[in-house]
Each structure stands twice: as C-alpha cells, then as structure tokens.
C-alpha cells in the first residue's frame, strides 16, 4: 500500500508539474533549440552556443549542445541578440536580431542547421568523439564503438579489454572478482541473462556494441539486485535518414557467427530490424578428477578416480524489431519486441575407479566401472518494451515510464548409464526431463525536477515480477524391472512468484566550488511465495531493504576527476539456488539446491582518480572494499552413506549452496591506455585485490588469498585501413571458502583490412595458437574429503570475419542561407 501511494503521488506530481509547464514563466528571459546537420538532419552534439546583446564583441553568455544537440541559454535580460552556433568541420552560422521582449521570456530558435565544410555530402556525420574511456559520477562507459580492432568477434572479447572486468576461459564474467552481475541490454533486463549468460554474450556480435557501461556501486535510481554491480551493453542504434545497415560473418575452427543490422528513418520515426547467432562447433574437452574421503566412524578409507571425455557444443540466435518516434518536440515513443533462442548439448564418457582402504593403505575392493552421459539445455524467450518519455521546456526536467517483459520456455534434459566391468553390466542409470516456464516483468516510473541551476531532485517507482513454473521428472533403473521407472524421491514440481515493489529519491547538487554530489536512498520490499513438491514445503516470506547511495566527484582542471562512493547491494536468491531438486545423475557427486538460503547483503566502498592526458592516452586508478556477513558460495558436504527415498548411495559428495559466512575484499584495478605515437596505442588493465573468508559453517576452514589479474591490449595502424592487435590475458588462482580454484592465460592475434571506402573489412583472427588446450585445476577440501579435478579445455582456434557497411541516406540540395530555421522544430 505505501508503494501505491508512492507512486501516486509520483503521478500527481508529474501530472502537476506538467500542467504547469506551458504556462510557466521564466525571468529573466532564455534562447533554446537544436542543432542539426543541413544535409543528415542528424542531431550535432556539443557545438558551441555564444550569445551577444547588441551587437556587442563582449558575450553576454553562452554554453553547449548536449548529446542530443539540444542547448538552453538562460538569464538573459530583454534586448536584441545575435546567437552564433560554431562546430568542427561545419560553417558557423550567425543568427540576427532574435528579440528578447519583455513579456516573452522564452524564445525557441527551432532545428537550426549546419552546413558542412565540405563541398560533397558525406554518408557520415561529423561528430565530436568520445574518448575510449569515460569516468562518470556513477559509471564508467567503455565506448567500443571507437576502439576500432573490437570489430570483430562476440561481446566477451570487447568485455575482457573494459577496465574492473575479466572473462575466463569458459566465457564466465566477473567485475571486480564477483560473478554476481546483472546484465542488460539497453538498460533492459532479460530471462535469457539467469539461464546461460556465457550463450547470451556470445551470440551478440562485437561489432552491434556501442559502448558498455560499468557500474560498480549503482545509485539509488537502480535495482539493488547483483552484489557485483551492473553492466549494460549498449547496442547501436542509427539515426541517419534513410535505409542503411551492416552485415557481419564469421567462419572459424570453434566459434561461427553472423549478423544483420538494418535501420529505416524518415522524418521524425525510426525502425530498426537485427538477427545475430553464433554457433560453438563442437569440441572435447579431457577430465581428471580425483577424491579421497574418510568415514570416520569406521574408519574406512574411499578413492575415487574419474577419467574422461565431453564433446560439447551450443548455439545462439537472437532477432528483433523496434521502434523509435518523436511524436512532438518534447514527447518521444519508443519499443520493441526481441526473440532469443540458445541452447547446448553434451555427450560424455567416464572411466570409473573406486577403492575402499584401510588405514595401512590395504585394498578392501575395487570397483571398475564405465559411465555414459548425456545433457541438453534449450531455451527460446520473447522481450517486448515501450517506453514513453517527456522533456519539459528545461532540459533537466523530465518525466519517464517504461514496461518491459520477457517471457521464456525452457526445457533441460540429462541421462546417466553406469556399466560394470569387466562383465559391462547396467549397474545404475537415470533420465532426467525438465520442463520450465520462466517470466520476469516491471513497470517504472522516474521523474526529474531542477530545484535550481546545477541542483536536481530525482523520486521514481518500479514494480517487478519473477515467476517460475517447473517440472523435473526422473526415472531410475530398476534392475528388477529390467527399465527406467518414475522416483517420486529425485522428481520435482516447482512453484516460485518473486514480487518486488522499489520506490526511491535522489538529490544532485555541487558543494561549493568543492565538488558534486549525488545523495540517495531506495527503498525495495521483497515478496517470495514458494513451493516444492517433493520435499512438500511451501516458502512465504517477506523482507524489507533499503540500500542508501552517496557518490562524489571533483573535477580537476578539465581533464581530472576523482571519486567516491558508497552503496549497498543485495544478491536475492533464484529457484535455481533454492530448489531442492536432486539431481543424481553421477552418483557420486550429487547436487541439489537450498531453500534455507538467506539473501546476500554488501557493504560497497569505492575510490577512483580519472586522468585524460588528451593525445597521449588516459589512466584510471580503483579502490574498493567490500564486505557481506552471509557470503553465498557453492558448498560441498560428504556422505559416506546419503539414503534418498528407496536408493542408498555411498561415498558421495553434495554440491549446494550455503550462507558461508563472512566474506572481505579489498583491492586495486589500474587502467592505461598510452598512445606512444600517431599508430601504437597499448592499453592494460591490472587488478590485484585481497579476499578474506570466514567460514561458519565448518568452523576452522576459513581461507584467505591474494588474486590478480591483468592484461594488455596493443594495436598499431599500419595504414588508414589496415590494422593488427594483440591482446593477452592471465589470472592468478583464486580462493574460496573450500579450496583454490584455477588460473588461466589466453592470447589472441588479430589482422584487419578495410576495403570499399571503409564500408567493407576483412579481418584474421587467431587465439592460444601456440597451444591446443587450456588447463584448469581446481582444489578443494572439508570435512571429511580432499578432491582435484583438472580440465583442458579446447581454445586454440582461427577465424576470418567479413564485415559490410551499406545503405542510403535521403540527402535533399538545399539553399544554405546564412539565417536559415526550421520553423517546425522545437517551439515555447
């Protein structure tokens, strides 16, 4: 109830203010409008505005365009000015005698247009770039699309190169050394992100990025969820009049993959149509695994060896339609509806050795045993979106309310056969067959109000769903019966609605002189009702949170920014985490999820120092602490004898989750990007931070380590349109609460050649050529047991990318005069 009244008086505030907006009177008196290129009729971003009264050589004020092209001079007494709007690569153009009346305060200057300095009208628009890096008061944006070798391959491989994040060699992200991220696309959430993000980010083709924003400790506008911050891929999105587009292929020995991206735009309506997949051709990957365990009631001794093999492959194919609409100068529409489908497949072998010793080392029995596995996991969802968003007469205040969903099918399918030998008998097996239906869906609103110059109060709503309907069915040999018979004990329905209602408030203001701030708290209630049938337990709970935010910045001349930050995140369980489903298919490493599971609360502090050094390059240092008190990790406990319904399995480990403890981090990234001349630019990312474990519950097992990890990027224009790079990659072993997990290097060459006026590429890439397979030791250790399995997993591949740039833009020969205003643009 007090969400509703919330967001109520949310809409009641907007309604009012927006009421108020037409006939709302500014004194003194103020110039707007927007810059526009006379041929593209594309927005010009952060031109120069200079305002003179009367003919005067002194200005009288002046500013910039914002992003969108878009300026507001205020405080201007009444009079006669000339306005004059400059940018690099364009005509200046001098507006006269615009009349500043004593009873009009606000006079709108319309789309006023640039002509290019360049005779010939060119397919692309000059605008000022953007440097690769930018350090925001709550974000860092990697803008990929000026790093021009992260034009070829998958979004992991622009990932790996963004300053706090590393990517292993399963593909798997982390930011700042946390896994528990949540991803979006376009600041939209997606079903497809809690099933396989490793297959999400590899069918989203490099070349479809715009830019990636990393925000570590997100402000109070945002969802509290994902204890590791956010990251946000931003795709492109083309603006130009017309139809144009690009296609993309790619033909390798592991990863295929391709993409189409075709915008339509007339007037003030865009449309936009993209299919992207990718295809990871199948490989085989070697497995060593090996446990030794004690029952130390009978103080027997256990040896279990497994040696074997996995062929695997997957695939990716996403596609959607959207839309954007300017429906007046201050009203903007936009939406769009996405189709995702993705999926693996995985067919094994294990040979199977298990001894039972005693305390000399004498050999009671030895059982040799040959296991065949199979899994498959296919999921298709579709994501609709609308949004509606108004500007009022002051750029700074805004209303915005969007509606989003995805609504997913999956299906995980999984099979066993243990056979004996020598006899190679059916000993044990399974069939597993999961069903799912998986729906995440919101509603928020967010509304902007300047209380002065430079000083903004933001208050929002949001309502969110998660709603889960699954079913596992799992048949059992049964040697009697001499078939797979239905075992209510393994088999499971699950029921599992998440509802989370958030409202929040934010105030940006400047200290003085000293430094900006921006102040927050979010307020979120959290409503899980639960339940599953085969352990016949029905979960209803409630819990409340509020996650306050403080960020501050100071700028240091024009190219220096330091800053710190506080926030609290929260990491909520999912049904995957929390159903008790066991799955059993080997069974001697048995895992099942935890309903008792808590959530995972974080304290975030963070400090950074941004330095632009202009044409030489850039560097960024990172500081951060971060602490939970009921640390989430994966946990494994040991079963000399485990009884589930009528099958009794021996000498078995249990993989869940657990609230482990308490879990500390503090470290350092260092970012630089150094441009040693006109051609070489070498980036590196350095992260090295410290992780303390208190394991509470087996007490005594706490683990501490040092981890760190770093790369280095460098790449040299031989010409205008060809290039070469290299990126290497290392990350030192890490440890958890119950053991090391492993390190890992990886490096890759590429070449890229542009043809066809730039509008056609080529390029060559190879990875880890030097060596076939990456190897991956994990181990691990508690009560009772002390296991190592080592992987070498297939990674040395090449590839060839094909890229072409097309399209038409509407380009009409207009008489360019010196005054020339396009009386239908924004008017008071």
Same mark, same amino acid.
């Given at each position: 109830?007090k969400?509703?009244?919330?967001?109520l008086?949310?809409?009641?505030?907007?309604m009012?203010?927006w009421s108020?907006?037409?006939?709302?009177?500014?004194?003194p008196g103020?110039?707007?409008g927007?810059v526009?290129?006379?041929?593209?009729?594309?927005?010009? /971003?952060?031109?120069?505005?200079?305002?003179?009264?009367n003919?005067?050589?002194?200005?009288?004020?002046?500013?910039?365009?914002?992003?969108?092209?878009?300026?507001y001079?205020d405080?201007?007494s009444?009079?006669?000015?000339?306005?004059?709007?400059?940018?690099?690569?364009y005509?200046a153009?001098?507006?006269?005698?615009?009349?500043?009346?004593?009873k009009?305060?606000?006079?709108?200057?319309?789309?006023?247009?640039?002509?290019s300095?360049?005779n010939?009208l060119?397919?692309v628009?000059?605008?000022g770039?953007?440097?690769?890096?930018?350090?925001?008061?709550?974000k860092l944006v990697?803008?990929a699309?000026?790093?021009?070798?992260?034009?070829? /391959?998958?979004?992991t491989d622009?990932?790996?190169k963004?300053p706090?994040?590393?990517?292993?060699?399963?593909?798997?992200?982390?930011?700042?050394?946390?896994?528990?991220?949540?991803?979006?696309?376009?600041?939209?959430?997606s079903?497809i992100?809690?099933?396989?993000i490793?297959?999400?980010?590899?069918?989203?083709?490099?070349?479809q990025?715009?830019?990636?924003?990393?925000?570590?400790?997100?402000?109070?506008?945002?969802?509290?969820q994902?204890?590791g911050?956010?990251i946000?891929?931003?795709?492109?999105?083309?603006?130009?009049q017309?139809?144009?587009?690009?296609?993309?292929?790619?033909?390798?020995?592991?990863?295929?993959?391709?993409?189409?991206?075709a915008?339509?735009?007339?007037?003030?309506f865009g449309?936009n149509l993209?299919?992207?997949?990718?295809?990871?051709?199948t490989?085989?990957?070697?497995?060593?695994?090996?446990?030794?365990?004690?029952?130390?009631?009978?103080?027997?001794?256990?040896?279990?060896?497994?040696?074997?093999s996995?062929d695997f492959?997957?695939?990716?194919?996403?596609?959607?339609?959207?839309?954007?609409?300017?429906?007046?100068?201050r009203?903007?529409?936009s939406?769009a509806?996405n189709?995702?489908?993705?999926?693996?497949k995985?067919?094994?072998?294990?040979?199977q050795?298990?001894?039972?010793?005693d305390?000399a080392g004498?050999?009671?029995?030895?059982?040799?045993?040959?296991?065949?596995t199979n *899994?498959?996991?296919?999921?298709?969802?579709?994501?609709?979106?609308?949004?509606?968003?108004?500007?009022f007469?002051?750029?700074?205040?805004?209303?915005?309310? *969007?509606?989003?969903?995805?609504f997913?099918?999956?299906?995980?399918?999984?099979?066993?056969?243990?056979?004996?030998?020598?006899?190679?008998?059916l000993?044990?097996g399974?069939?597993?067959?999961?069903?799912?239906?998986?729906s995440?869906?919101?509603?928020?609103?967010?509304?902007?109000?300047?209380?002065?110059?430079?000083?903004?109060?933001g208050?929002?709503g949001?309502?969110?769903?998660?709603?889960?309907?699954?079913?596992a069915d799992?048949?059992?040999?049964?040697?009697?019966?001499?078939?797979?018979?239905?075992?209510?004990?393994?088999?499971?329905?699950?029921?599992?609605?998440?509802?989370?209602?958030?409202t929040?408030?934010e105030?940006?203001?400047?200290?003085?002189?000293?430094?900006?701030?921006?102040?927050?708290g979010?307020?979120e209630?959290?409503q899980?009702?639960s339940?599953y049938?085969n352990?016949?337990?029905?979960?209803?709970?409630?819990?409340?949170?509020?996650?306050?935010?403080?960020?501050?910045m100071?700028?240091?001349g024009?190219n220096?920014?330091?800053?710190? *930050?506080?926030?609290?995140?929260?990491?909520?369980p999912?049904?995957?985490?929390?159903?008790?489903?066991?799955?059993?298919?080997?069974p001697?490493n048995?895992?099942?999820?935890?309903?008792?599971?808590?959530?995972?609360? %974080?304290?975030?502090?963070e400090?950074?120092?941004n330095?632009?050094?202009?044409?030489?390059?850039?560097?960024?240092?990172t500081l951060?602490?971060?602490?939970?008190?009921?640390d989430?990790?994966?946990?494994?406990?040991?079963y000399?004898?485990?009884?589930?319904?009528?099958?009794?399995?021996?000498?078995v480990?249990?993989?869940?989750?657990?609230?482990?403890?308490?879990e500390?981090?503090?470290?350092?990234n260092?970012?630089f990007?150094?441009?040693?001349?006109?051609k070489?630019?070498?980036?590196t990312?350095?992260?090295?931070?410290?992780?303390?474990?208190?394991?509470?519950?087996?007490?005594?097992?706490?683990?501490?380590?040092?981890?760190?990890?770093?790369n280095v990027?460098?790449?040299?224009q031989?010409?205008?349109?060809f290039?070469?790079e290299?990126?290497?990659?290392?990350s030192?072993p890490?440890?958890?609460?119950?053991?090391?997990?492993?390190?890992?290097?990886?490096?890759?060459l590429a070449?890229r050649?542009?043809? %066809?006026?730039?509008?056609?590429s080529?390029?060559?890439?190879?990875?880890?050529?030097f060596?076939?397979?990456?190897?991956?030791r994990?181990?691990?250790?508690?009560? /009772?047991?002390?296991? *190592?399995?080592l992987r070498?997993?297939?990674?040395?591949s090449?590839?060839?990318?094909?890229t072409?740039k097309? /399209?038409?833009?509407e380009?009409?020969?207009?008489?360019?005069?010196?005054?020339n205003?396009?009386?239908?643009?924004?008017?008071?």
């Amino acid at each position: 109830m007090k969400i509703c009244v919330c967001i109520l008086s949310l809409i009641f505030l907007f309604m009012r203010c927006w009421s108020q907006d037409e006939r709302k009177v500014s004194n003194p008196g103020s110039i707007k409008g927007t810059v526009i290129d006379s041929s593209s009729r594309a927005t010009i /971003g952060y031109a120069t505005v200079t305002v003179y009264l009367n003919n005067n050589i002194k200005p009288a004020s002046g500013g910039s365009t914002d992003d969108k092209g878009y300026f507001y001079i205020d405080n201007l007494s009444p009079g006669n000015y000339n306005v004059v709007i400059e940018f690099i690569g364009y005509r200046a153009k001098t507006l006269r005698n615009i009349i500043l009346a004593t009873k009009v305060s606000t006079v709108s200057l319309g789309n006023i247009q640039l002509a290019s300095k360049v005779n010939a009208l060119a397919a692309v628009t000059v605008t000022g770039q953007k440097p690769l890096v930018e350090n925001k008061i709550d974000k860092l944006v990697y803008n990929a699309e000026n790093d021009i070798t992260s034009q070829t /391959g998958v979004a992991t491989d622009i990932l790996k190169k963004v300053p706090q994040i590393s990517v292993d060699v399963d593909g798997n992200v982390e930011l700042q050394g946390s896994t528990d991220i949540r991803f979006l696309i376009n600041g939209k959430p997606s079903t497809i992100f809690g099933s396989n993000i490793t297959d999400v980010l590899q069918s989203i083709p490099a070349n479809q990025i715009k830019s990636i924003e990393v925000i570590t400790n997100p402000g109070a506008k945002y969802d509290a969820q994902g204890t590791g911050g956010i990251i946000n891929i931003i795709l492109k999105r083309n603006t130009l009049q017309g139809i144009n587009g690009d296609l993309s292929l790619t033909v390798g020995t592991i990863v295929q993959n391709g993409s189409i991206n075709a915008n339509a735009r007339k007037g003030k309506f865009g449309l936009n149509l993209f299919m992207n997949g990718n295809a990871r051709l199948t490989t085989t990957s070697v497995n060593s695994f090996q446990r030794v365990s004690t029952d130390t009631t009978s103080k027997t001794n256990y040896l279990l060896q497994q040696d074997g093999s996995t062929d695997f492959n997957r695939h990716g194919f996403q596609s959607g339609i959207g839309f954007d609409w300017a429906a007046s100068d201050r009203n903007n529409f936009s939406g769009a509806l996405n189709y995702h489908n993705f999926g693996n497949k995985s067919t094994g072998f294990i040979n199977q050795l298990e001894q039972t010793r005693d305390d000399a080392g004498g050999v009671f029995s030895s059982i040799i045993s040959t296991i065949n596995t199979n *899994s498959a996991f296919r999921q298709y969802s579709f994501d609709p979106s609308l949004n509606f968003k108004h500007n009022f007469i002051n750029k700074d205040q805004q209303f915005e309310i *969007s509606m989003d969903g995805s609504f997913a099918h999956n299906l995980i399918t999984s099979g066993s056969d243990q056979y004996l030998q020598p006899q190679d008998s059916l000993d044990y097996g399974t069939r597993n067959n999961n069903p799912a239906k998986e729906s995440e869906y919101e509603i928020m609103m967010d509304y902007v109000q300047p209380l002065s110059k430079d000083i903004n109060f933001g208050v929002g709503g949001k309502f969110s769903g998660y709603d889960i309907s699954s079913i596992a069915d799992a048949l059992l040999w049964d040697s009697y019966a001499n078939n797979y018979l239905y075992d209510s004990s393994l088999s499971n329905n699950l029921s599992y609605h998440q509802k989370v209602y958030a409202t929040y408030a934010e105030l940006n203001f400047p200290v003085g002189n000293l430094f900006d701030a921006r102040l927050g708290g979010r307020y979120e209630r959290t409503q899980v009702n639960s339940f599953y049938a085969n352990s016949q337990q029905k979960v209803v709970e409630g819990y409340n949170t509020f996650v306050p935010s403080i960020f501050l910045m100071k700028k240091i001349g024009e190219n220096q920014t330091f800053k710190l *930050s506080y926030t609290i995140r929260i990491n909520r369980p999912d049904y995957s985490d929390l159903n008790p489903y066991i799955n059993a298919s080997d069974p001697k490493n048995v895992t099942t999820g935890n309903p008792n599971l808590k959530p995972e609360v %974080w304290d975030r502090f963070e400090a950074s120092y941004n330095n632009d050094l202009g044409r030489t390059g850039s560097f960024m240092i990172t500081l951060f602490y971060r602490i939970s008190n009921d640390d989430i990790q994966p946990f494994i406990v040991y079963y000399p004898s485990l009884t589930v319904g009528d099958t009794t399995y021996t000498n078995v480990a249990v993989t869940t989750r657990e609230n482990v403890g308490i879990e500390k981090n503090a470290g350092t990234n260092l970012f630089f990007n150094f441009h040693l001349n006109e051609k070489f630019n070498v980036r590196t990312n350095f992260m090295f931070f410290y992780r303390y474990t208190i394991n509470q519950v087996d007490t005594g097992y706490n683990s501490s380590g040092t981890i760190y990890r770093f790369n280095v990027n460098a790449s040299y224009q031989f010409t205008s349109n060809f290039a070469a790079e290299f990126f290497g990659n290392f990350s030192s072993p890490h440890h958890e609460a119950q053991g090391t997990y492993p390190s890992y290097t990886s490096y890759s060459l590429a070449l890229r050649k542009q043809f %066809w006026n730039k509008k056609g590429s080529i390029a060559l890439t190879a990875n880890n050529i030097f060596s076939k397979y990456v190897n991956q030791r994990t181990d691990l250790y508690g009560p /009772g047991f002390v296991s *190592s399995n080592l992987r070498e997993i297939p990674y040395r591949s090449l590839g060839i990318n094909f890229t072409w740039k097309f /399209g038409k833009m509407e380009l009409k020969k207009e008489k360019l005069e010196e005054n020339n205003i396009d009386l239908n643009g924004p008017q008071q």
